[in-house]
């Protein structure tokens, strides 16, 4: 095998810390960075090297720096598998075209193609951001970044100052009704995104040759090609075009913040906080991560100074793994200990933060897709987990490191670190495993019903209104009720004559039979009475209206017994817990006992266990509950009038836990929380395993 360079390519050298050479290859307008030993290597590809003499050749050129000859292998696959390789037919033809190129070999293409990540090119879009640039370029004039920075600045000012009314508009935020605007929301600042790179790219000289969608878990998003920005000699333009797009959406989010901070509770208010969302905390977690080759990763990379700097983080994390854990010594290479250390802690950092993207992936597929999703998230498990650490092992065995009794030494201890992981996974509590969730509400809600029945009149108070006790809050009007008031009084008052007369004319049993249906009419008048007197409805007690919108029942008829209003005391509230079957012991075993219990924004709540419903239900106690209203239960449509027409998918079972009446006054009627049981938490390990085949248990039945 002696492979080809393709001679249209174009190497330029780029100065910085860390001297790199860029290739351009013009035919597919792509673009790519590696370091001053790869640029040696891939030089002598002039079709009269075989690995074996590039082996030699570049261990005279590159002494301590010369690669290994399982690394050359890998950088002819790397060639190969970018399409930077001659093939045959490419040789034999006079010159290479754009049009005689596909875009990757197939086979390459084959082994690329992850069906949880995706990309799909469209078009070329040169021409069209030539237009924009001309027209908007300007957003990147200093003048334009110093307004940018201040108009951010004054929106996290007055976030900060609304960050009570900001953590109470989170609740709910990813509930069913509100998943079509954050959907929009995410797709428009998404092409606003991707269209201030292509700008940024433009206005400083370089070409976006590609656009097309890209899709995550079949969610489309846009994108665009701008690495021509990397042959930029400046450092800062290359920094701006990776910045452009976050810069454009903070920009919305502070415009946002502000129309949010300045408007009432509506849909402009909803539309508000949905773009604040999405173009802050989206940005900060992912395009802002330099652990992914998002926006962060190239704009740490350029100003550190280090081209390629996820693979060379991946390298030095490998050599210190081998040192660790295999007691071998890596070879010789550039740079101080200090860079080396820098770039291993990196490579470590993104590891780990890569498997846990990628289980959110898996969790996600699987949750989204159903059964499709269980066999995407095998798929990715075993290409992206078990074929490494497969390959890993044979490499391992091939090279008799199990045999070294150095070696074997050596493997002591990460053998001791994963002792103790052990331990400590089987010894530590799993805090997530027992929780329940539980939401604020009054103990007990006074409710005021109808005595008679009739149609509402009027309503003087509001709801959250705070009233005394014995103010009016509701009269209902009933003339029937009121002229059968009337014909009693007058019953009364002709028997009270008839009994006048009987007792003048001495005809004393007439007169005890008439005094007997007198008594008759005075009790049925003392009932009409004290339903007539009910007919306005006076607070029992000083307290809070929680019924909404009491005043929509003006001009509503309300039978006997119905709910009118509800009263709650600011002073006596409760949690109150929604229980799963498989936790219901470990809090009956917390009755009448303390547990832990915290807001969601991480607020302790001292309290007691006071009581536990003795049976199970699935009608849900709450809205505040249900995922319909980003709730954390799971429910599914009810043919019942319950709440919001859903119930729980298994019958739950509904506790309380006592508060404090100082602390009830803090808190707010429908805030959601979290409570352990006072019996604690099985250990890590166990409950990682009871979760995982509740997982599996859950999503194979049929």
């Known amino acids: 095998m002696q492979p080809v360079l393709r001679r249209d390519l174009v190497f330029t050298p780029c100065s910085g810390t860390t001297p790199y050479y860029l290739i351009e290859d013009p035919a597919r307008g792509k673009f790519f960075r590696i370091g001053h030993a790869e640029y040696t290597l891939i030089s002598l590809l002039d079709g009269q090297h075989s690995v074996e003499t590039l082996l030699r050749t570049g261990a005279a050129r590159l002494g301590a720096d010369a690669f290994t000859e399982a690394e050359i292998v890998g950088i002819l696959h790397w060639l190969t598998k970018t399409g930077l390789l001659e093939s045959r037919r490419q040789r034999d033809a006079d010159g290479i075209k754009p049009s005689s190129l596909s875009p990757l070999p ?97 206005r400083y000289g370089g070409t976006v040759q590609q656009a097309g969608v890209v899709c995550v878990l079949g969610a489309p998003m846009p994108y665009v090609d701008v690495t021509s920005s990397w042959r930029f000699r400046s450092q800062w333009h290359r920094m701006i075009v990776a910045a452009a797009g976050m810069y454009a959406e903070l920009f919305v989010a502070a415009l946002a913040a502000l129309v949010w901070s300045w408007t009432r509770t509506g ?38 100074g280090l081209p390629n700097l996820a693979t060379q983080g991946r390298a030095a994390a490998m050599a210190w793994m081998q040192r660790w854990f295999l007691g071998q010594r890596p070879r010789a290479t550039q740079g101080t200990p200090a860079r080396q250390n820098l770039l291993a802690a990196y490579g470590l950092a993104a590891a780990a933060w890569s498997g846990v993207a990628t289980i959110g992936l898996l969790v996600s597929a699987s949750q989204m897709f159903a059964g499709a999703g269980i066999v995407l998230a095998l798929f990715g498990i075993l290409f992206w987990w078990v074929a490494p650490v497969a390959r890993a092992a044979i490499e391992v065995w091939r090279q008799g490191l199990l045999f070294d009794r150095r070696r074997q030494r050596q493997a002591l201890r990460p053998a001791t670190i994963s002792l103790a992981t052990a331990l400590l996974m089987l010894l530590l509590p799993a805090p997530w495993y027992q929780r329940t969730p ?18 509402v009149k009027e309503m003087t108070v509001r709801s959250g209104e705070f009233v005394r006790q014995g103010q009016p809050l509701a009269r209902i009007e009933n003339r029937q009720l009121e002229l059968e008031l ?149 429910v599914r449509a009810s043919e019942s009038n319950g709440s919001a027409g859903v119930q729980f998918i298994e019958p739950r079972f509904e506790a309380a836990v006592q508060l404090d009446p100082e602390l009830s006054r803090q808190l707010f009627a429908g805030q959601r929380a979290v409570v352990w049981p006072a019996t604690g938490s099985p250990s890590l390990a166990t409950g990682l395993c009871r979760g995982m085949a509740a997982w599996w248990r859950e999503r194979t039945k049929s």
């Open 267 to 304: 849909w402009l208010n909803d539309l508000c906080f949905n773009l604040l969302l999405m173009a802050s905390l989206t940005t900060v977690l992912f395009n802002a991560n330099p652990l992914m080759r998002f926006d962060g990763y190239y704009i740490l990379s350029d100003l550190l």
């Open 486 to 634: 009337r014909d009693l009084e007058l019953e009364i008052a002709q028997a009270e004559l008839r009994l006048r007369a009987l007792r003048t004319q001495e005809k004393l049993a007439a007169a005890q039979a008439e005094m007997a249906q007198l008594q008759n009419l005075y009790e049925r008048r003392e009932a009409r009475r004290d339903e007539v007197a009910h007919l306005e409805i006076l607070a029992p007690e000083d307290g809070l209206i929680l019924t909404p919108h009491p005043e929509q029942l003006v001009g509503t008829y309300v039978k006997q017994g119905e709910e009118v209003l509800a009263l709650g005391d600011e002073s006596h509230k409760e949690l109150v817990l929604s229980i799963d079957q498989q936790n219901v012991d470990s809090f009956q075993a917390s009755l009448g006992k303390p547990v832990q219990s915290r807001l969601t924004n991480l607020h302790p709540l001292p309290g007691l266990m006071n009581r536990i419903a003795p049976s199970a239900s699935v009608v849900p106690t709450h809205d505040a509950f249900c995922a319909t209203s980003g709730g954390p239960v799971p």
């Open 438 to 455: 539980a939401v604020v509400d009054y103990a007990p809600q006074i409710i005021l019903r109808a005595r008679s029945g009739g149609l």
């Open 106 to 202: 197939n086979a390459s293409r084959a082994a690329r193609f992850n069906p949880l990540i995706f990309r799909i090119p469209i078009w070329n879009p040169q021409k069209w951001f030539a237009q924009w640039t001309r027209a908007m370029g300007w957003i990147f004039e200093s003048w334009c970044v110093s307004w940018w920075a201040a108009t951010v600045l004054f929106a996290a000012l007055t976030l900060f100052a609304n960050r009570s009314k900001l953590l109470a508009s989170g609740d709910g935020i990813f509930s069913l009704d509100r998943s079509l605007w954050l959907g929009a929301c995410w797709l428009a600042l998404k092409f606003m995104h991707e269209t201030a790179h292509g700008i940024a790219c433009v």
